[in-house]
């Protein structure tokens, strides 16, 4: 793979935002929004930020502040959140399926145990 430019900008190729490449504390390349934004690091934030050193950091965004950071492009790239949404889909029909599937063998099982007693009952009344 070529050396990525940090602040080179480049377009997703899922949804054609503007984005850049920068490595993380462990030398792992993410693509983050090529606009770099102002933050507040707090456990209550509602965002995560890659910041200057590569550490995700969950923080407030803001217009303006002490810390400037990126925000990952997974957030943001449509196309993640499309899968994401197939893939919630996909579990969901799983889930349906299996939930069926448990219903079907205990209607089953059901079946069998009433014949089961039918039959013992049949048993009893010859005796
Ligand atoms: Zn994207």
Redesign the pocket.
């Known amino acids: 793979m070529a050396y990525r430019d940090p602040n080179q900008v480049s377009e997703?190729k899922?949804?054609g935002?503007k984005i850049r490449f920068e490595e993380t504390i462990k030398g792992q390349s993410m693509p983050v929004e090529a606009k770099p934004v102002y933050y507040d690091p707090t456990p209550q934030g509602d965002a995560w930020v890659l910041s200057a050193r590569g550490r995700m950091v969950r923080c407030v965004i803001h217009d303006a502040g002490d810390c400037v950071g990126s925000v990952p492009?997974w957030a943001k790239?449509?196309?993640?959140q499309q899968e994401a949404e197939e893939q919630r889909r996909q579990k969901k029909e799983q889930q349906d399926e299996f939930r069926r599937q448990r219903e079907e063998r205990r209607a089953k099982l059901e079946e069998k145990k009433l014949k089961k007693a039918g039959v013992t009952e049949g048993q009893c009344s010859f005796f």
């Open positions: 997703c899922y949804c935002r492009h790239c449509t196309r993640k």
